[in-house]
T-cell receptor, first 112, second 115 residues
Framework: SQTIHQWPATLVQPVGSPLSLECTVE??????LYWYRQAAGRGLQLLFY??????ISSEVPQNLSASRPQDRQFILSSKKLLLSDSGFYLC???????????FGPGTRLLVL | AQSVTQPDIHITVSEGASLELRCNYS??????LFWYVQSPGQGLQLLLK??????LVQGIKGFEAEFKRSQSSFNLRKPSVHWSDAAEYFC?????????????FGSGTRLSIRP
């Protein structure tokens, strides 16, 4: 069966520091991968999605970036964090030809 | 482009009472529809989905949803809620098969259970 992992679970970072969040999927090949952000008490905002290695599409302009160095690895990064980057970050995967997305446990980021 | 609306931000029901969470969508063709549940501090878990066929869909944890094309709705129901059902519920609509399948999520409905 497929599983999706996110690391770390919780992160507290100062403003201006770099960021790297990792998402890995097991048990499937060539998945579509997604990064979402969920601000406190808010819905989900799609940040990036990827249909293959090195292929990244950005949904909203921001100081975050994403990379997919391996088939089942998706990384969310920032060179300098802003206070507004605080939130709950969710990674998800889906099969390319289907629509159901399966979510990881999330990373809670607090920027101080 | 597709969109989805959850008109209720917060609902409180008594334990053992029935539940209906509303979801309306906008899409030109037959949509793919989903309900997800999120417990505090957790990821989203798929409750059920509708792709085609029977318009009444059964999901996990005793939930069901009915697709009504004429009303552009996909409301979630449960005949008797349990305290453990307290969570955030998200309706979502997909745009059909594509090389980069994307889902649009509603803003969510927070469900509280009254003892």
């Amino acid at each position: 069966s497929q599983t999706i992992h996110q690391w770390p679970a919780t992160l507290v970072q100062p403003v201006g520091s770099p960021l790297s969040l990792e998402c890995t999927v097991e048990g499937t090949s060539n998945p579509n991968l997604y990064w979402y952000r969920q601000a406190a008490g808010r819905g989900l905002q799609l940040l990036f999605y990827s249909v293959g290695i090195g292929q990244i599409s950005s949904e909203v302009p921001q100081n975050l970036s994403a990379s997919r160095p391996q088939d089942r690895q998706f990384i969310l990064s920032s060179k300098k964090l802003l206070l507004s980057d605080s939130g709950f970050y969710l990674c998800a995967w889906s099969l390319a030809a289907q629509e159901t997305q399966y979510f990881g446990p999330g990373t809670r980021l607090l920027v101080l | 482009a597709q969109s989805v609306t959850q008109p209720d931000i917060h609902i409180t029901v008594s334990e053992g009472a029935s539940l209906e969470l509303r979801c309306n969508y906008s899409y030109g063709a037959t949509p793919y529809l989903f309900w997800y549940v999120q417990s505090p501090g957790q990821g989203l878990q798929l409750l059920l989905k509708y792709f085609s066929g029977d318009t009444l869909v059964q999901g996990i944890k005793g939930f069901e949803a009915e697709f009504k094309r004429s009303q552009s709705s996909f409301n979630l129901r449960k005949p008797s809620v349990h305290w453990s059902d307290a969570a955030e519920y998200f309706c979502a609509v997909g745009a059909g098969y594509s090389s980069a399948s994307k889902i649009i999520f509603g803003s969510g409905t927070r469900l509280s259970i009254r003892p």
